[in-house]
């Protein structure tokens, strides 16, 4: 039987990048995000890869919707085998300015989301005795940069918890790991070259390469492709020895 894969934030980006390969690969799979044609980007990859789909709008800063979308995911397609928890924004400003909505709302959808996704998942990959749980981090969960203290924060957050359910889940065949990524061309990052180019008074060229790839040693954006093989790698049955881990994929970023 086909297994089910639900991707939070899987609507644009990098989840709906993974959520594609993941319906390549045969998995059903369940699409979360805010994007209005939601529904509409979920029957498309059913259709041209012939797999199952469900799509939930929950919002990742509520748990009873986070509840309900596992709970509609597990009665539609009789369980959900492969968490990834990937729905995540950004915002960049000193801490001296930074909003304080804007920190509760990062750490609630970057970091305390997943502690409820993985909550409801817990009972149903126990009872099958098998479960993967994939956080996508960043580089920002083991290192820091400046004017991203909500996000660092959140995700070494996410990193730690990573560790915690990979304890928790080694009795029961579930595993649980990090995938911490360097920049990747998206739409977050997009909004975030315009804010940055503002707030230094650069060109948006510049932002890419003296702040962005400045830190990253191969001078380039990490490919999603990259970002979703490492997924079907750690899914696969046979990583069942992989769990634990944040796997830095930042080319070579935090190797300094
Ligand atoms: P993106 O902005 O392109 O996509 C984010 C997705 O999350 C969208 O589908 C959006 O609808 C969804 N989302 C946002 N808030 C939500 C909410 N409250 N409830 C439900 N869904 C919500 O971002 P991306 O660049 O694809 O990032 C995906 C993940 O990868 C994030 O966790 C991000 O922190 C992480 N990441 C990104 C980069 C990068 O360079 N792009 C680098 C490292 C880590």
């Known amino acids: 039987m086909a297994k089910t894969a639900l991707?939070?934030?899987?609507?644009?980006?990098i989840g709906l990048g993974i959520a594609r390969?993941?319906?390549?690969?045969?998995?059903?799979?369940v699409f979360n995000g805010l994007e209005e044609n939601g529904e509409e980007i979920a029957q498309g990859v059913g259709q041209e890869f012939g797999v199952g789909t469900l799509f939930s709008p929950a919002n990742m800063l509520e748990g009873e919707q986070i509840r309900?979308?596992?709970a509609q995911a597990e009665e539609k397609f009789g369980g959900v085998d492969v968490l990834i928890n990937n729905a995540g924004i950004q915002f960049v400003s000193p801490v001296e300015d930074f909003p304080e909505a804007r920190w509760e709302m990062i750490i609630g959808i970057n970091l305390t989301s997943a502690f409820h996704t993985s909550k409801a998942v817990w009972k149903g990959m126990k009872a099958r005795g098998f479960g993967?749980?994939?956080n996508i981090a960043s580089a920002?969960?083991?290192?820091?940069?400046?004017?991203?203290?909500?996000?660092?924060a959140a995700k070494?957050?996410?990193?730690?918890?990573?560790?915690?359910?990979?304890?928790?889940?080694?009795?029961?065949?579930?595993t649980a790991n990090a995938i911490c990524p360097g920049y990747v061309l998206t739409p977050l990052v997009e909004g975030q070259i315009k804010d940055q180019a503002k707030a230094?008074?650069?060109s948006e060229e510049e932002v890419v390469q003296k702040i962005m790839l400045h830190k990253q040693p191969v001078k380039d954006f990490v490919s999603v492709e990259l970002l979703a093989n490492m997924a079907l790698l750690i899914?696969?049955?046979?990583?069942k020895t992989l769990t634990g881990a944040a796997l830095p994929i930042e080319g070579g970023w935090t190797a300094q």
């Open 140 to 152: 920002h969960g083991l290192r820091a940069s400046e004017f991203k203290s909500a996000y660092v």
């Open 132 to 134: 993967r749980i994939i």
């Open 68 to 70: 309900q979308m596992v």
């Open 7 to 13: 991707i939070t934030g899987s609507t644009r980006g």
């Open 21 to 29: 390969a993941f319906a390549a690969a045969g998995y059903n799979v």
């Open 235 to 239: 899914a696969s049955e046979s990583s």
């Open 200 to 202: 230094h008074g650069i």
């Open 156 to 174: 070494h957050g996410v990193v730690g918890l990573t560790k915690v359910l990979a304890l928790e889940g080694a009795p029961y065949g579930i």
